[in-house]
């Protein structure tokens, strides 16, 4: 499992998500259950460009005051909130993680 989807799945079992968590590579965006509403879960790996993120109804789910985890955020760079929290994930040479929020 890819380093993003491994991260979103722990902070979703934090936040006691009911169902199964996983990528949502096909239909770019999953929702989950919770006790504090609604997850949404995005990977935008297969936009071609921003208006995809607009016809998806991108602004419903980001402006909903929900959690939106985003997986490939620099395919849609200008839809981002400025609120948002960015977090990275760097590899190391020897494999080991270092995660980075801004």
């Known amino acids: ?3 993003k989807t491994t991260f979103i799945k722990a902070i979703c079992d ?3 998500v009911e169902d199964s968590t996983s ?3 096909f239909s770019i965006v999953n929702e989950y259950s919770s006790a504090q509403g609604p997850i949404y879960h995005f990977d935008f790996y297969r936009l071609k ?3 995809e993120a607009f016809d998806l109804g991108y602004e419903e789910y980001f402006y909903s005051d929900n959690y939106c985890f985003i997986e490939w955020p620099e ?3 200008n839809l981002i909130p400025e609120d ?3 977090v990275q994930i760097e590899v190391a040479d ?3 993680r270092t995660i980075k929020l801004k």
């Open 84 to 86: 948002a929290a960015i």
């Open 49 to 51: 460009n921003e208006q």
């Open 75 to 77: 395919k849609i760079p």
């Open 94 to 96: 020897d494999q080991s």
């Open 1 to 3: 499992m890819p380093e």
């Open 23 to 25: 990528s949502p590579t």
């Open 14 to 16: 934090f936040l006691n």
